[in-house]
């Protein structure tokens, strides 16, 4: 085969490989990640089954000094809320002509409160708290309207146990039925 | 990479004589002889001197200063709030990048492009990580749609009618060309387990917002947006890449986006259950009200505006949305509601899109009460206040998609009132 009809023949061959493979119209450029997936940074979304939740404990008495110096300046002194919501109180008011979605009233899963606490509180110094302060947050939050007992120990384990007022209050709208 | 540019020896000959006329130009004394000249005072100042310079960003008129987001933000927390599309002052569907509406859980991010990743993981074959620089290689598709905030328009629960200019009810939407990567090309990529039937997306802002999203969505014609209307994102719509959810609530649209996990079940996070749920009038609430209702509002005339000419000929004008697909229809009525007309839609009729709509409207001096009422492809009418009250009580706070009345005194002043 001379030279030439050798290019000819590779061209041809290198169009008909590109055109068999219509669909592959890109490169994957993907880097394989499942070390980083495995690093707390980038498992945050703690579902209502709590399996992600980092070990830790707390108590109310604990949260209630946190919540004192790191949260009434927002969410009042009594977390009946100020500048920012209220998180306490109002449990059963949802029928009522004044409904108030406070996390006890509304929230359905305790883990959520854990999980937003973590993430985004206080506004002006996310990720700030120590496992051991978001427990002891949220069982003062939970305390406040006997959703837990005052001395009730709040970790990893009992966390997702804790049965919200408004656990059935919701209808998923998705999938449209 | 990029090269340092070069300059011939010609160009620079160019230059440096241009560079002399126009040095020569400003040396020129001024003579003026002004009795003989043929425009001594008819022509403006800006014909009668050489303009201003060039700019390397563009900036409105100084006299289109007032046209701006109006900002209502927690004073304790600034970051936390939103601004509002000036939809009144504002003509066509493209909403200019500077006046998209925001919404941020807490301040807008400053992310370094060459330190931010997309991490997909979770139910996949394969957990995958994109940077800018590779994500830039993919293809890519421009779709023109509205994002509109789930809170818009919550004013209109309140008992009475909010005396807020148009946009600044109704204006947490807004409308844009959107350039980005189909995500179902970067999901294959990872490779989508069968049991997988969400997706949690987060952010990388102060919130770490994180909420679920069907993945049926994210393969059928969501984006991972890297432009708006053409330039790269702003920082505030979501630098260096967001997600874009044609047609569903703007809190599902996650900026800042830096990982998709796909897993069997929503996460329950804050944003889908304390926030962006409806109250229902029994005390239950609606869940994963993911997609925007047709809506509509005239945008002229509207409150903050009056009618000078009586009689006069005025153009009605507006705009209207669905997030189910294309508008078919909007009707306006000039008497509360009693009798309708079809108004002139603007084309090109976009799926998910603004659509412009006008109607020319010849006033007496009556008094009268302005609607518009959108139709949408599947046939969903856009309800009057009362019906959505009817339906939804008084606390559904999200999801207002109710007829806006504007009442048009005998004067020519303008009032929002709620409909009869």
Sequence with gaps: MSTVSKVFTTTLLLLLASYSHAESDHQSLGKPAEALSQQTQWNLSIAPDGKVLPKGKGFAAQGQQIFALKCAVCHGPEAIGASADPLVGEVGSLTSDYPEKTVNSYWPYATTLFDYIRRSMPINAPFSLTPDEVYALSAYILSQDAIIAEDFELNEETLPRVTMPNRDGFTAFYPEK | ?420
């Design chain 2, 1 to 420: 990479m990029n090269k340092p540019p070069v300059q011939s020896r010609r160009q620079f000959l160019q230059k440096a004589a241009l560079g002399g006329a126009l040095a020569g130009t400003v040396s020129l004394p001024l003579l003026v002889n002004a009795d003989k000249l043929e425009f001594p005072d008819n022509l403006p100042e800006w014909m009668r001197a050489p303009g201003g310079e060039f700019g390397n960003y563009g900036q409105p008129s100084k006299h289109e200063q007032q046209v701006i987001r109006w900002i209502s933000a927690n004073p304790a927390a600034p970051g936390n709030g939103v601004s509002w599309t000036p939809l009144h002052d504002l003509q066509g569907t493209i909403t200019p990048n500077g006046l998209h509406y925001e919404r941020h859980h807490n301040g807008v991010p400053q992310i370094d492009p060459t330190q931010h990743i997309l991490l997909i993981d979770g139910m996949v074959e394969q957990a995958l990580s994109f940077d800018i620089e590779s994500l830039m290689r993919y293809p890519m598709v421009s779709r023109i749609c509205f994002i509109e905030c789930g809170g818009n328009s919550n004013s209109g629960w309140r008992s009475n009618p909010i005396q807020s200019q148009a946009g600044y009810a109704h204006g947490l939407v807004s409308n844009a060309e959107w350039t980005g990567i189909p995500l179902k090309l970067l999901l294959k990529e990872a490779g989508i387990q069968t049991s997988a039937k969400w997706v949690i997306a987060e952010g990388a802002d102060a919130a770490a917002l994180n909420i679920s999203i069907p993945l049926e969505k994210l393969l059928d014609d969501a984006l991972l947006a890297l432009y708006q209307n053409g330039e790269r994102l702003r920082p505030e719509n979501g630098y260096p890449m967001r997600l874009v959810l044609p047609g569903w609530e703007g809190i599902l649209n996650v900026k800042w986006l830096r990982q998709l996990r796909l897993t069997d079940e929503p996460i329950m996070s804050r944003d889908e259950t304390s926030q962006y749920t409806e109250l229902m009038p029994d005390g239950s609430a609606r869940q994963f009200t993911f997609i925007n209702e047709a809506k509509s509002l005239i945008t002229s005339p509207s409150l903050g505006m009056m009618l000078p000419d009586n009689p006069g000929i005025y153009q009605i004008s507006g705009l209207a949305w669905s997030g189910r697909g294309k508008i078919t229809r909007v009707e306006i009525s000039a008497d509360g509601g009693d009798s309708w007309v079809d108004a002139k839609l603007q084309g090109p009729i976009l799926d998910k899109a603004f659509t412009r709509f006008s109607l020319p409207w010849h006033w007496q001096g009556e008094y009268a009460i302005l609607q518009s009422r959108a139709t949408d492809e599947t046939g969903y009418v856009q309800p009057s206040r009362e019906a959505l009250i009817e339906n939804r009580g008084k606390h559904g706070f999200f999801h207002y998609n109710a007829i806006v009345s504007w009442e048009i005194t005998e004067e020519g002043d303008i009032n929002h009132v709620y409909g009869f």
